[in-house]
């Protein structure tokens, strides 16, 4: 049995050689805009089902799935000579509802969103009313601490390597000068 981690690189290999098949190489017009979202690698390596989507309409979704289907033995073909398998797995495709099934999911959620009154997730967040001056003041008194520390780390840091070499003094960069 191979190891669940060869498994996922063969996944992962055999998506991307076919992806590019199919968007780089194949020139058949009925293909629409389609994704190869994922691969399932059966465990013994015989069988390889790659899962895909489009836009458009349901029309469109038939049309591209009949020119996946012929183009198996080509994309399959193509898969062989990449993997450095002893066999191949058969190729087959399948379309992943998945994007379609987020859509409906996100449309229904916006409508309970609009029966509840709740602001819908796209808009931008509320800018605080003009009588609420305290939300701009500690914006302004926390940039401007920040600053401040920064220049203190600053100064004190050449007080502290002359402290820790023994000077005793004030040495300033024009105080050490090496030649």
Do not use: H
Request: glycine share 6%.
């Amino acid at each position: 049995m191979p190891v669940p981690r060869r498994i996922a690189r063969l996944q992962q290999l055999i998506l991307e050689v076919a992806a590019e098949t199919v968007l780089r190489r194949m020139k058949d017009p009925r293909l629409g805009f389609v994704t190869l979202t994922r691969c399932k690698l059966a465990p013994d390596l015989s069988q390889a089902t790659v899962f895909w989507s489009c836009l458009g309409t349901d029309a469109q979704r038939r049309t591209t799935s009949r020119a996946l289907v012929d183009a198996v033995p080509f994309v399959q073909s193509v898969v062989a000579k990449a993997l450095a398998t002893r066999t191949t797995p058969t190729l087959a495709f399948r379309y992943d509802g998945t994007v379609v099934n987020a859509a409906r999911l996100e449309s229904i959620f916006e409508t309970l969103r609009k029966e509840r009154g709740e602001p819908p997730t796209d808009a931008p967040p509320e800018a605080p009313a003009d009588g609420d001056a305290d939300a701009d003041d500690a914006d302004t008194d926390e940039d401007d601490g920040a600053e401040d520390d920064a220049n203190d780390v600053g100064d004190d840091a050449p007080d502290a390597a002359a402290d820790a070499a023994g000077d005793g003094g004030d040495a300033g960069p024009e105080g050490d000068e090496r030649s």
